[in-house]
């Protein structure tokens, strides 16, 4: 059995980009609890495709 933990993180919009400070903090704490960062979900994305909040997934083995 697998258990599934969401993050979501958001952006600061800029004027031609987003930057996202928080995710690196929570991919290396999350792997010291054992779990794997595998990907991503867009869930804002603002004019021209800019991806502005998004929940980053991770998994662990229980």
């Known amino acids: 059995m697998k258990d599934v933990q969401l993050y979501r993180v ?3 919009k800029g004027f031609a980009s987003t930057t996202f ?3 690196e903090e929570c991919i290396f704490e ?3 609890k054992g779990y794997s960062c595998v990907g991503y979900v867009p869930i804002r994305v603002e004019g021209y495709g800019m991806i502005t909040e998004y929940d980053l997934i991770f998994v662990k083995e229980v």
């Open 10 to 12: 958001k952006g600061k």
């Open 21 to 23: 400070e928080n995710s």
């Open 30 to 32: 999350m792997a010291a």
